[in-house]
């Protein structure tokens, strides 16, 4: 008879890519993960591992066989799912998300859902969209809202919300008012999010193609921190006004029309591996949704754009 416990073991030992991995997981002991697998392997009378490896890699049975162990576990837990009462939702979610989305509307999301699923326990981690790729596909995170999509295999995104780039500065800082050229923009730095993210890039390709090839720029992972550099005249920022409705409608700062080709807005996805264990994910994701839908009458648009290039 074949333990589902040993298939379970099987299955993420294979997907983590290692047994310590695995036994993190499941809540064991390593030595414990590798008793399963070899009771599964004596029962099924294959090997499923290539012990002579380095690490943990698959045999070509073992790879044939691992669609089969996630087929089980799946149908072991859509019958649980099936059972217990549909507003019941226990253990614990590692969830990622990018701060513009902390920025914006997560702590009204946390309190539905504290509201809804007591017994869940949120693990919250805060980072860039690219640190918090690379988190969900090495299984650090369970779900990541981050700008997206994650385009990888077993990767389930979702639309959650879209937000506007804009040219923001302090008022004074250029001499016209609301209106700036790239030239008076790159005297002072122009600062944005991080030098690997997705703006950074298009904001530096747009200098270096209007005849700036060295633009100085300064790039942040805190949201936080490039506000508070564009309100102290340190140069113009480039980011979304979303969560600066405050500051800009005190007038200290300020969204200016540029001269120069229109930024592109910012998706944010909620992505996640898709596999056995997905039903939080895809639980938090719905609510998620609902409230960046209702959210979304808040935004600040951009300023209108002049083409004067």
């Not at 290692?18 to 030595?31: C, D, F, H, I, Y």
């Not at 087929?71 to 217990?84: F, K, S, V």
């Not at 996640?272 to 997905?278: A, L, R």
């Not at 719905?286 to 083409?307: E, H, W, Y």
């Amino acid at each position: 008879m074949i333990d589902l416990r040993n298939i379970e073991t099987f299955f993420w030992a294979a997907a983590l890519g290692s047994l310590r991995a695995a036994a993190e997981k499941l809540g064991t002991t390593q030595p414990a993960v590798s008793q399963r697998i070899a009771a599964l392997e004596l029962a099924l009378g294959v090997r499923l591992f290539d012990r002579a490896a380095r690490g943990v890699r698959l045999t070509a049975k073992g790879q044939e066989l691992l669609a089969h162990a996630e087929q089980l576990i799946q149908a072991r837990n859509g019958m649980i799912e099936a059972a217990r009462d549909s507003t019941a939702m226990t253990g614990r979610l590692n969830l990622g998300v990018a701060e513009t989305i902390v920025q914006t509307w997560l702590p009204q999301l946390i309190a539905e859902i504290h509201i809804a699923y007591p017994d869940l326990t949120l693990e919250i981690e805060v980072d860039t969209s690219e640190m918090l790729q690379s988190y969900l596909m090495s299984r650090r995170i369970d779900l990541a809202f981050l700008m997206g999509p994650v385009l990888e295999p077993r990767v389930a995104n979702r639309p959650l919300c879209t937000y506007p780039l804009a040219w923001i500065a302090k008022p004074g800082l250029h001499s016209s008012e609301n209106y700036a050229s790239l030239e008076t923009i790159s005297a002072l730095p122009v600062i944005t999010y991080g030098s690997n993210s997705t703006p950074y890039r298009q904001v530096r390709d747009i200098l270096q193609r209007y005849r700036f090839p060295t633009p100085r720029m300064y790039g942040s992972a805190s949201l936080s921190m490039i506000a508070k550099m564009a309100l102290d005249g340190i140069g113009t920022a480039v980011i979304t006004p979303v969560f600066l409705g405050a500051e800009i409608a005190r007038g200290e700062l300020e969204i200016l029309n540029v001269d120069t080709d229109p930024l592109n807005d910012l998706h944010f996805t909620a992505s996640w591996i898709d596999g056995p264990d997905s039903h939080a994910a895809r639980v938090i994701t719905n609510m998620a949704q609902q409230i960046a839908r209702d959210s979304a009458g808040n935004v600040l648009p951009a300023a209108p754009k002049i083409n004067n290039i």
